[in-house]
């Protein structure tokens, strides 16, 4: 693993990524519990984290790719 400067400026632009779709999940999930929860937007939240997850691991293996080089 050749770690450099880019390398690790990546995986920081990852991590941060990944904290974001944390907190806005986390955001949701407030608001949902205080408002009630029904079963279509569990739905929609669980369809909007699993594309997002796929955005970070679509950045995340670029990332890996970068830092194999």
Known sequence: MNLT?????LW???LV????????????????????LTLGEVLDAVEEVAEK?????EVLEEVIEETKE
């Open 5 to 9: 400067i880019e390398n690790i400026e």
């Open 12 to 14: 920081v632009a990852a």
């Open 17 to 36: 990524a990944i904290a974001g779709i944390a907190y806005g999940g986390y955001k949701k999930w407030l608001i949902m519990k205080a408002n009630g």
């Open 53 to 57: 997850a796929e955005e970070v691991k």
